[in-house]
């Protein structure tokens, strides 16, 4: 598709476990409500889903100028989940019809999955896990470009990326990097209904069981205000689990750095960074990470940062407001002892 055929943003407005619409979508939808104003062009929820018609009040208060869901169909199970077959032809279907210049998805498992096939269908690029958007004019390159940042060469740098010449300009962004902005009175939406024409039984790849996010285990690293992280420095996964001891002390949430994650000391859900997940919170405690740009970057809007680590002169140091150089499992141990003895004379007051 060419650029100068093409205007709007559509966002992937996901469903979570067909019961709530995923909050890194309304976080898109913020993010692009804010771009089109900007482009002045048209800014699209793409909604599918069962009972679909349940989330549009909620979209509509994020301030798409269109609404674009689907009728329903006859067997109930067709778009309960994100199916792989259906959601690329609907979506390619919308494109072709709608030509929007950027298409924005969360980066959660369908919207890589949807960002990817359509790319291919459209020849175009897909910037994944960005964690910033901009609309800006290049010289030599052309005017309203979006920019898509994300750190680059092992996150030595962030790099801006662009898709000058093909359409869409499609990019991924992790949960948690926007936030989530209602509009104050928002207009009323265009609505257009579609027809998805896919039947469940001639699919070649059947959902023989799709567990909800809620069914596996869901952590709301996101959302939590006080994180106990872990890495490589806690050396094993009989220390790591010394984390949800701590964890379960003080009502925290434990995360992780990719190594505990691939080291099988905890499951993926915990990963914080790049290619895990953005957090915020008031207190984020960190044993042993050592603070690449891959974790650091996800978790810079943290409160304050407290680390404990054998090397004085580790790089999370840098962006921590307490550094304490200790080994992180005596410390872990001795900080559970003292707290278990401060909860226990408190009990006995
Ligand atoms: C494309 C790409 C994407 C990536 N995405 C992510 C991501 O999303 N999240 C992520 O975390 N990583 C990611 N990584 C990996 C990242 O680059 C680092 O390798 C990783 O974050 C390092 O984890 P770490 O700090 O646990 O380990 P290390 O870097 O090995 O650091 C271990 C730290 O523990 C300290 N230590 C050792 N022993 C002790 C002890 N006994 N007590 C106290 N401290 C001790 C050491 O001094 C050191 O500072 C990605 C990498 C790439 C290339």
Redesign the pocket.
């Known amino acids: 598709m060419k650029a100068n055929e093409c205007k709007g943003i559509f966002v992937f407005t996901e469903i979570q476990d067909h019961e709530k619409i995923l909050d890194g979508a309304l976080e898109l939808l913020s993010k692009g409500r804010e771009l089109a104003s900007k482009l002045n062009e048209k800014l699209y929820a793409v909604v599918f889903g069962l009972n679909v018609e349940q989330y549009l009040p909620k979209i509509e208060s994020f301030g798409p100028d269109v609404i674009i869901h689907n009728k329903e169909t006859k067997d109930p199970q067709t778009l309960k989940h994100y199916n792989c077959e259906i959601f690329p032809d609907m979506w390619e279907e919308l494109i072709k019809k709608y030509l929007p210049s950027i298409v924005l998805f969360p980066a959660t498992e369908a919207g890589t999955d949807l960002s990817a096939r359509l790319a291919q269908r459209f020849a175009t690029g897909l910037t994944a896990h960005c964690s910033d958007l901009e609309i800006d004019d290049l010289e030599d390159y052309g005017t309203n470009l979006l920019i898509m940042k994300r750190p680059a060469f092992?996150?030595n740098l962030s790099a801006s990326i662009i898709c000058p010449d093909k359409r869409p300009q499609m990019a991924t962004i992790q949960q948690g990097v926007f936030k989530q902005q209602p509009v104050e009175n928002p207009q009323k939406p265009e609505y257009i209904a579609i027809e998805c024409k896919h039947q469940l039984e001639k699919l070649r790849i059947v959902n023989v069981e799709s567990p909800t996010r809620y069914q596996r285990e869901c952590v709301p690293l996101e959302r939590s205000n006080l994180i106990v992280a872990?890495?490589?420095?806690?050396?094993s996964k009989g220390n790591f689990e010394k984390l949800f001891n701590l964890a379960n002390l003080i009502d925290a949430e434990v995360g992780?750095?990719?190594?505990?994650v691939f080291n099988e000391w905890c499951d993926q859900e915990r990963?914080?960074?790049?290619?895990?997940k953005v957090v915020k919170p008031d207190l984020y405690i960190n044993?042993?990470?050592?603070?690449?740009?891959?974790?650091t970057t996800?978790i810079r809007e943290s409160k304050r940062i407290i680390s404990?680590?054998?090397?004085p002169k580790?790089k999370?140091n840098d962006i921590s407001d307490y550094i304490i150089n200790?080994?992180?499992?005596s410390f872990i141990e001795a900080l559970i002892k003292r707290i278990q003895q401060e909860k226990k004379q408190f009990c006995e007051k």
Do not use: C, K, W, Y
């Open positions: 092992s996150g872990g890495g490589r420095g806690m050396g992780a750095t990719r190594v505990p990963m914080i960074g790049q290619t895990g044993f042993g990470i050592s603070g690449q740009i891959q974790h996800s404990i680590n054998t090397d580790a999370i200790e080994d992180a499992v």
